[in-house]
């Protein structure tokens, strides 16, 4: 992959945050694209899988170690 220039990752990454949320403002989209682009991890992906990275919801683990008690 060449290597982009940051604004060219930001406005990339921006884009493709764009396809996901339509209706928030380009402007708000770019700033969020910075915040990933400082990220070590998802500035060494490509803008777009970085993007998709991010938005990807957090999968949690149920804990077998954590009990629920109710009250008898």
Same mark, same amino acid.
């Given at each position: 992959?060449?290597? *982009?220039?940051?604004?060219?990752?930001?406005?990339?990454?921006?884009? =493709? *945050?764009?396809?996901?949320? =339509?209706?928030?403002? +380009?402007?708000?989209?770019?700033? *969020?694209?910075?915040?990933?682009?400082? &990220?070590?991890?998802?500035?060494?992906? +490509?803008?777009?899988?970085?993007?998709?990275?991010? *938005?990807? +919801? @957090?999968? @949690?683990?149920? &804990?077998?170690? @954590?009990?629920?008690?109710?009250?008898?």
């Amino acid at each position: 992959m060449d290597t *982009l220039l940051p604004t060219q990752w930001i406005a990339q990454c921006a884009g =493709r *945050l764009h396809q996901h949320w =339509r209706t928030v403002e +380009p402007a708000q989209l770019e700033e *969020l694209a910075v915040d990933l682009w400082q &990220d070590v991890q998802l500035r060494a992906m +490509p803008p777009e899988e970085a993007a998709a990275a991010w *938005l990807t +919801p @957090v999968k @949690v683990e149920k &804990d077998a170690s @954590v009990e629920i008690h109710t009250a008898e």
